[in-house]
């Protein structure tokens, strides 16, 4: 028992070296809190990014190819209407009346400007095809030659300039060409200045979006611009060639025989007029009531047919001459009949 109490007095003695913190009087000492363990250093992963795969890709690119492939068709479709207005207007100018008597609406200039511009579409084609092609053997070709790199940017950057002069110094000796031959020529420059860039460049050895900078965005305008130039040149050289053949083989257009109830007054060289039955009534008599067709009293021959529009004729006469034109407008009613042949 003895040993027992001196154990226990041994325990509760306080420390020598220590003196304890004097207790506070108003506030009770609060246990301290059981230290917690301490938690491994993991680093906190973030949300991942959406990361693009092939089907984001893929949907991408399909939609610039369908974006690209609409702005195409819409200037195609520009294109075709103003070739046929511009071949129209030209046609008729040559032939001596304002394109305005035919009347043709949009689907109807760009059906007549199909055929024509069917092998053109088929060589504008040929050469983006070409200058693609073109495009990614020079840069396979002038990747590891930056000096030759250089000296063929330099040559196709200069094609906007050097192209018309060779094009004018080559038409010198029949300027009727110039016309045409300036703004093909000038497009085609154009080509060659999008190759140009499209090639390598030291500051830029991959410029495969140059076309989405501004730069590249004025070009494409220019290019469009010097596309319906080169077009309407085109089409007024396309007319011109139209009108002639129109002139030279009008024997052989279609002929046209009018029936007519009244005296239409064309006095025409080459139109032939024939009273047909009993000579007319004077003005003043007038005309016998009933509900058949009128009788057709006089017939005119010499006429050949040009075009119609709605419910007009236009009728050239046989003495058309370039420098004195006639044109010949009637319209198709129930006063009027009208005979069609042609020599096959």
């Not at 027992?4 to 070296?17: C, I, M, Q, S």
């Not at 491994?40 to 991942?48: D, E, L, M, N, R």
Request: contains cysteine; aromatic residues 8%.
């Amino acid at each position: 028992m003895t040993r027992f109490r001196h154990r226990l007095a041994t325990l509760l003695a306080p420390d020598p070296g220590r003196t304890p913190p004097p207790p506070s009087p108003s506030t009770p000492p609060s246990p301290s809190p059981s230290p917690s363990p301490p938690s491994p250093s993991v680093p906190i992963a973030s949300p991942p990014a959406a990361a693009e795969g092939p089907g984001s890709r893929s949907v991408a690119g399909l939609w610039e190819t369908v974006s690209a492939l609409g702005g195409l068709l819409t200037v195609g479709a520009a294109l075709l209407v103003y070739f046929g207005w511009v071949r129209t207007a030209t046609l008729s100018d040559y032939l001596g009346f304002d394109d305005s008597l035919i009347g043709m609406s949009i689907q109807d200039y760009m059906l007549r400007s199909v055929n024509v511009l069917f092998g053109v579409f088929a060589v504008v084609i040929g050469l983006a095809l070409g200058a693609f092609r073109a495009s990614a053997l020079l840069r396979r070709s002038l990747a590891d030659r930056p000096r030759r790199a250089r000296l063929v940017r330099g040559v196709l950057a200069s094609a906007p300039g050097s192209l018309p002069a060779l094009a004018w110094s080559i038409t010198r000796a029949d300027p009727g060409w110039w016309p045409l031959a300036g703004p093909c020529s000038f497009t085609l420059g154009l080509v060659s200045l999008c190759l140009a860039l499209s090639l390598p460049r030291a500051r830029d050895p991959d410029p495969a979006g140059w076309w989405r900078t501004p730069t590249g965005v004025l070009l494409a305008f220019l290019l469009i611009l010097g596309v319906f130039w080169s077009a309407g040149r085109y089409a007024e050289y396309v007319g011109r060639a139209n009108g002639a053949e129109i002139a030279r083989e009008l024997s052989q257009r279609t002929s046209v025989v009018l029936y007519s109830a009244r005296n239409l007054q064309i006095n025409v060289q080459g139109v032939r007029v024939a009273v047909l039955g009993d000579p007319p009534r004077p003005a003043a008599t007038p005309a016998p009531k009933g509900d058949g067709p009128p009788e057709l009293r006089f017939r005119y021959t010499g006429l050949r047919l040009l075009a119609r529009s709605g419910d007009r004729l236009l009728l050239l006469p046989d003495g058309w001459t370039y420098q004195r034109p006639r044109l010949i407008v009637v319209r198709d009613d129930e006063n009027v009949r009208l005979d069609y042949g042609r020599w096959r």
